[in-house]
C-alpha cells in the first residue's frame, strides 16, 4: 500500500557531489520517521542517516560533515546531499518509512525502494 521511488544515483569522481531523492506514495503519513541505507557488495545493509517530521536528524559515523539528510513533509518526500563523496560510499542506496526508536537504536520500518546505484570512482 506504500511505495517508495529512489532517484538521483550514477557515477562520480571522488571528491563529487550527488542528490538522492525517495518520493513516497500510497498510504502513508508524513510525520513518519524516514530514513536511507545502503549496501555495498558482500557487506551488510547499514543505516545511513534518519530523519524524524521535525527534523532531528541521526547519521552514521563515516558520512557525518559529508551528507545532509532532508525532507519535504508535503511532497512526502525525503533528500539526501552527499558531498565529498569516496569511493567506499559506493552503493546501493535505499529509502526506508516507518522507523523506530528502540533500546536507543533506529530500526528499519516496513517499507522499502527499490534502490539506486551510486558509484564513485576516478
Known amino acids: 500500500q506504500v511505495q517508495l521511488v529512489e532517484s538521483g544515483g550514477g557515477l562520480v569522481q571522488p571528491g563529487g557531489s550527488l542528490r538522492l531523492s525517495c518520493a513516497a506514495s500510497?498510504?502513508?503519513?508524513?510525520?513518519?520517521?524516514m530514513g536511507w541505507y545502503r549496501q555495498a557488495p558482500g557487506k551488510q545493509r547499514e543505516l545511513v542517516a534518519v530523519?524524524?517530521?521535525?527534523?532531528?536528524?541521526t547519521y552514521v559515523d563515516s558520512v557525518k560533515g559529508r551528507f545532509t539528510i532532508s525532507r519535504d513533509n508535503a511532497k512526502i518526500t525525503v533528500y539526501l546531499q552527499m558531498n565529498s563523496l569516496k569511493p567506499e560510499d559506493t552503493a546501493v542506496y535505499y529509502c526506508?518509512?516507518?522507523?523506530?526508536?528502540?533500546?536507543?537504536?533506529?530500526?528499519?520500518?516496513?517499507?522499502w525502494g527499490q534502490g539506486t546505484q551510486v558509484t564513485v570512482s576516478s
Open positions: 526506508n518509512t516507518g522507523q523506530r526508536l528502540l533500546g536507543g537504536v533506529w530500526h528499519p520500518g516496513d517499507y
Open positions: 500510497g498510504r502513508i503519513f508524513s510525520i513518519d520517521a
Open positions: 530523519i524524524t517530521t521535525f527534523g532531528s536528524a
